[in-house]
């Protein structure tokens, strides 16, 4: 009786041990898996501060014409990657909401165009886009967007985005604000 009860012991105490030992391991493993997923973030977001780096120009016009090209494409993160980072900070969470997708599937923008161009004192650049926009009935009408950048290091930043008429679409936005811009104007 005695050697059962041992034996019955030792298997508790070794099951334990084992169940322990696995415990301490597995904690060890999410540790590792953990650090390892915080490595792979800062590499992603390392990867991706590269890119809105190569994707700002030296040349505001071509800052302007990218962004443009990013509104009639409904591209929010490549809109983003052009903007100072307090403009970034004004957006990032609509367009986050919006996985990063702006405008309304209908109008969308057929094409676009710089209709002015002013460069300022403090050494800002202020631009007034044009878009043509269409339905699936046809001409949908002209949006403007006034665009405001500021040259940071090489770069032209855009700093502002406003609306430069009073019908304005707002095409660039995101979805809901699009939307909250146009109820009651039709």
């Known amino acids: 009786m005695f050697k059962k009860m041992m034996m019955l012991v030792a298997a508790l105490v070794l099951g334990i041990s084992t169940a322990a030992f696995a415990g301490s391991f597995n904690s060890v ?4 898996v953990s650090s390892e997923k915080e490595v792979e973030k800062s590499s992603i977001e390392e990867q991706l501060e590269m ?3 190569g994707i700002v120009s030296t040349n505001p016009d071509l800052t302007v014409e990218t962004w443009a090209n990013a509104v009639k494409l409904r591209n929010g993160a490549l809109q983003y990657a052009l903007l100072t980072k307090d403009a970034k900070a004004s957006v990032k969470e609509l367009f986050e ?3 990063w997708v702006t405008g309304v599937s209908s109008p969308w923008v057929e094409s676009s165009k710089v209709i002015s161009k002013k460069e300022n004192n403090d050494k800002t650049i202020q631009y ?3 878009f043509r926009l269409a339905t699936s009935t046809g001409y949908g009408g002209k949006d403007y967007a006034a665009l405001t950048l500021v040259k ?3 770069q032209w930043f855009i700093n502002t985005i406003k609306s430069a008429s009073d019908h304005a679409v707002g095409i660039w936005k995101t979805p809901e604000e699009v939307i909250e811009e146009n109820i009651g104007k039709n």
């Open 51 to 53: 890119l809105e780096m």
């Open 97 to 99: 909401k919006y996985h």
């Open 152 to 154: 940071m290091g090489d």
């Open 128 to 130: 007034v886009v044009e």
């Open 29 to 32: 493993e999410k540790s590792t």
